[in-house]
């Protein structure tokens, strides 16, 4: 198995900017990509940003250059910079980690973007 830890999740004003940090603990387990959906009551969850462990990135179209996914100072950690951020951008951050054969989720954090 491959834990995912989260952390940085929280409330912020319109504008305003936060920084989401996960960290897998992998054991025997090599992990190919990792990223963050986002998922609101209602609707399917979707991508936010992702990184491959050769630094390819991909992000959702809502993005727009507001969000920068990066690796890490340690190995197996993505961290998500989310700038501009918008009432519309409210919902649950799920980190994900991905190998050759298997799919792994964190928790969630709240993220809420509010006045």
């Known amino acids: 198995q491959v834990q995912l830890v989260e952390a940085g999740g929280g409330l912020v004003q319109p504008g305003g900017s936060l920084r989401l940090s996960c960290a897998a603990i992998?054991?025997?387990?090599?992990?190919?990509?990792m990223g963050w959906y986002r998922q609101v009551p209602g609707k399917e969850r979707e991508l936010v940003a992702s990184?491959?462990?050769?630094?390819?990135?991909n992000y959702g179209a809502f993005v727009n250059g507001r969000f920068t996914i990066s690796r890490g100072n340690a190995k197996d950690t993505a961290d998500l910079q989310m700038n501009s951020l918008e009432p519309e951008d409210t919902a649950v951050y799920y980190c994900?980690?991905?190998?050759?054969?298997?799919?792994?989720w964190g928790q969630g954090m709240q993220v809420t973007v509010s006045s």
């Open positions: 992998r054991g025997w387990f090599t992990i190919n990509s």
């Open positions: 990184i491959t462990s050769g630094g390819n990135t």
């Open positions: 994900n980690a991905k190998t050759l054969t298997q799919e792994f």
